[in-house]
């Protein structure tokens, strides 16, 4: 077993994995997942520029993650075990050193400003890992067998949608990629584009009106034009397994089970139908700031952004004609944390 750790950092969060990983049979022990809301892409969509105030958020939850990452005793050196990811925010930016340099004081590694393909690559591996685990020849480790055991009955092929903050990541493929598109359509990115005032705030009482959801919609159907130029996203025949990951795809899922509070466990592997993504994403988007946020199971930092994340998910949905969403709690963190095990094991 490699101990790894791993970190995430995207337009609207940070999230830290440490782990311990077989990397011949991708067995997964968990010792710490967390997540911190730091929206990293504060106004990055209208200024071009990481702000000053949401590199300092990202900074505070980089000094906890590192003090974690000491306690579990993660090995360091010239060959750490611990990869730094950064996407959309940090890719768009130009001031983007500013936060490279800040996160290599920190953590002792250099942040990777990852492409789109890469991060719908990485996504897929730590979505599709459990899922594909049944399909392995005969004689596979235990871990394989308790990872079939626990997954929901679907199989290959597969089409993974990962609704981050600044973009979304597209990608279909069996135990390997076959086609793989990012598009610049995430839950903060339509907020502020579509919702926000000159402030780049949600005016009270943040129900957008029909000809701003008109708008997000529109914006989102030109991408999944785009998305459809390289990853088919209506197959011919035999359909996908549509998995969705991360905290928009989540917190519909927690609000369908109608959870008293997030529960990880319960959400794993849950499968949401068409209908009540469609019934849920109406509700967030005619609903008020204050009735968003007395949801049991909505994190404060997507209060004003989850109606734009659920509308994303449902056109892709009626898009692809899926009738249902398998949600996955293990994403593009676990795919990073796969990779530097598999890399240590060499």
Same mark, same amino acid.
């Given at each position: 077993?490699?101990?790894?750790?791993?970190?995430?950092?995207?337009?609207?969060?940070?999230?830290?994995?440490?782990?311990?990983?077989?990397?011949?049979?991708?067995?997964?022990?968990?010792?710490?997942?967390?997540?911190?809301?730091?929206?990293?892409?504060?106004?990055?969509? =209208?200024?071009?520029?990481?702000?000053?105030?949401?590199?300092?958020?990202?900074?505070?939850?980089?000094?906890?993650?590192?003090?974690?990452?000491?306690?579990?005793?993660?090995?360091?050196?010239? %060959?750490?075990?611990?990869?730094?990811?950064?996407?959309?925010?940090?890719?768009?930016?130009?001031?983007?050193?500013?936060?490279?340099?800040?996160?290599?004081?920190?953590?002792?590694?250099?942040?990777?400003?990852?492409?789109?393909?890469?991060?719908?690559?990485?996504?897929?591996? @730590?979505?599709?890992?459990?899922?594909?685990?049944?399909?392995?020849?005969?004689?596979?480790?235990?871990?394989?067998?308790?990872?079939?055991?626990?997954?929901?009955?679907?199989?290959?092929?597969?089409?993974?949608?990962? +609704?981050?903050?600044?973009?979304?990541?597209?990608?279909?493929?069996?135990?390997?990629? =076959?086609?793989?598109?990012?598009?610049?359509?995430?839950?903060?990115?339509?907020?502020?584009?579509?919702?926000?005032?000159?402030?780049?705030?949600?005016?009270?009482?943040?129900?957008?009106?029909?000809?701003?959801?008109?708008?997000?919609?529109?914006?989102?159907?030109?991408?999944?034009?785009?998305?459809?130029?390289?990853?088919?996203?209506?197959?011919?025949? @035999?359909?996908?397994?549509?998995?969705?990951?991360?905290?928009?795809?989540?917190?519909?899922?927690?609000?369908?089970?109608?959870?008293?509070?997030?529960?990880?466990?319960?959400?794993? %592997?849950?499968?949401?139908?068409?209908?009540?993504?469609?019934?849920?994403?109406? =509700?967030?988007? %005619?609903?008020?700031?204050?009735?968003?946020?007395?949801?049991?199971?909505?994190?404060?930092?997507?209060?004003?952004? +989850? @109606?734009?994340?659920?509308?994303?998910?449902?056109?892709?949905?009626?898009?692809?004609?899926?009738?249902?969403?398998?949600?996955?709690? %293990?994403?593009?963190?676990?795919?990073?944390?796969?990779?530097?095990?598999?890399?240590?094991?060499?």
């Amino acid at each position: 077993m490699k101990r790894v750790a791993a970190i995430d950092c995207g337009t609207n969060s940070i999230r830290l994995l440490v782990a311990d990983i077989d990397p011949d049979t991708g067995a997964l022990h968990e010792l710490d997942r967390r997540m911190t809301i730091v929206r990293l892409g504060q106004d990055v969509d =209208r200024t071009g520029r990481l702000a000053p105030e949401a590199l300092e958020r990202t900074f505070a939850a980089c000094r906890e993650y590192a003090e974690v990452v000491r306690e579990h005793g993660v090995p360091g050196g010239p %060959h750490p075990a611990l990869r730094f990811v950064a996407t959309s925010a940090s890719r768009d930016a130009s001031n983007r050193e500013d936060f490279v340099r800040g996160v290599r004081d920190i953590l002792g590694v250099e942040p990777e400003v990852i492409t789109g393909d890469e991060e719908a690559a990485l996504s897929f591996a @730590g979505a599709t890992r459990e899922l594909t685990a049944h399909q392995t020849p005969s004689g596979q480790a235990q871990a394989q067998a308790q990872a079939q055991a626990q997954a929901p009955a679907c199989g290959a092929p597969y089409l993974v949608v990962d +609704i981050g903050g600044g973009s979304t990541e597209f990608v279909v493929g069996d135990r390997e990629v =076959r086609a793989a598109r990012s598009v610049n359509v995430g839950c903060v990115r339509m907020t502020e584009r579509h919702l926000a005032d000159a402030t780049g705030k949600v005016p009270e009482p943040g129900t957008p009106t029909e000809a701003q959801i008109a708008a997000i919609r529109a914006d989102v159907e030109a991408a999944l034009d785009t998305v459809e130029q390289t990853v088919p996203l209506r197959p011919a025949a @035999g359909g996908y397994t549509l998995v969705g990951l991360a905290g928009s795809v989540t917190t519909i899922a927690a609000i369908a089970l109608d959870l008293p509070a997030y529960d990880s466990a319960a959400i794993h %592997h849950a499968v949401i139908p068409l209908d009540r993504v469609r019934e849920i994403t109406d =509700r967030l988007l %005619h609903s008020t700031h204050a009735e968003r946020a007395a949801i049991p199971v909505m994190h404060p930092g997507r209060v004003d952004v +989850i @109606g734009a994340g659920a509308l994303v998910l449902l056109a892709l949905m009626e898009r692809a004609g899926a009738r249902e969403v398998v949600v996955s709690e %293990h994403d593009i963190l676990d795919g990073i944390a796969f990779g530097v095990a598999e890399r240590a094991g060499g």
